[in-house]
Nanobody, 118 residues
C-alpha cells in the first residue's frame, strides 16, 4: 500500500516562511514525478510546483521566485520551501506522487493546511 504523507503546514504571518515535506512509501521513488498542489476554499485545486525524476521543475507563475521544490531520493521525500508568504497563499497543500511509466501509480497525500495571516 503506497502512502504519501505531508507535514510542515501551519500558521505564519505575511512575509514569513514555511517548509513542507512529503514522504512516499515506494521502492522506486527516484522514478516518480512529484507535485505540490493547493486548494483554497471555494476554488479549484491548482498545481503550485512540480519536479520530474530528472529534477526538472516548473512553478505556478504567482509563486515563482518565492517557492522552491526539491527532492531527496535517498529519503523518499520532496520538499516545498515557501518564502515571502502572502495571504493569498492560504490553502490546503497536497502532495502528489506519480510514476509516468505506470499510469495507475498516482497517489495523493491527505493535505496540510497553510494559513498566512496577520
Amino acid at each position: 500500500q503506497v502512502q504519501v504523507v505531508e507535514s510542515g503546514g501551519g500558521a505564519v504571518q505575511p512575509g514569513g516562511s514555511l517548509r513542507l515535506s512529503c514522504s512516499a512509501s515506494v521502492s522506486d521513488f527516484s522514478s516518480f514525478a512529484l507535485g505540490w498542489y493547493r486548494q483554497a476554499p471555494g476554488k479549484q485545486r491548482e498545481l503550485v510546483a512540480h519536479i520530474t525524476s530528472d529534477s526538472t521543475t516548473l512553478y505556478l507563475d504567482s509563486v515563482k521566485g518565492r517557492f522552491t521544490i526539491t527532492r531527496d531520493n535517498a529519503k523518499n521525500t520532496v520538499y516545498l520551501q515557501m518564502n515571502s508568504l502572502k495571504p493569498e497563499d492560504t490553502a490546503v497543500y497536497y502532495c502528489n506522487a506519480n510514476n509516468p511509466a505506470i499510469p495507475t501509480m498516482n497517489r495523493w497525500g491527505q493535505g496540510t493546511q497553510v494559513t498566512v495571516s496577520s
